[in-house]
């Protein structure tokens, strides 16, 4: 997958291993000094920002394991669809 391929929010954030504005991890080369993406937001702010990812992130993990359930379902169903 090359970086154009990429959906546009997983391309944002630094190229820090633990960036905390990435929905995907990197990939490749990366730093490890630390996510330098919110160091100059006011600390609730900051803190309302990773909670805020955090819950998204799990619903998008919720999501894509619908999908997949979906997926094999579908597979499954494949015989009686013809
Ligand atoms: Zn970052």
Same mark, same amino acid.
């Given at each position: 997958m090359t970086p154009q391929d990429e959906p546009i929010l997983a391309q944002? @954030?630094?190229?820090? @291993? @633990?960036? +905390?504005? +990435?929905?995907t991890p990197v990939t490749g080369m990366h730093t490890n000094a630390g996510c330098r993406c919110l160091q100059d937001v006011p600390t609730p702010t900051r803190i309302a920002i990773i909670r805020k990812l955090a819950q998204l992130k799990a619903k998008i993990k919720q999501l894509e394991n619908a999908l997949k359930e979906d997926d094999n379902r579908g597979r499954h169903s494949d015989s009686i669809r013809g």
């Open positions: 944002q @954030g630094c190229s820090d @291993g @633990g960036c +905390r504005l +990435r929905l």
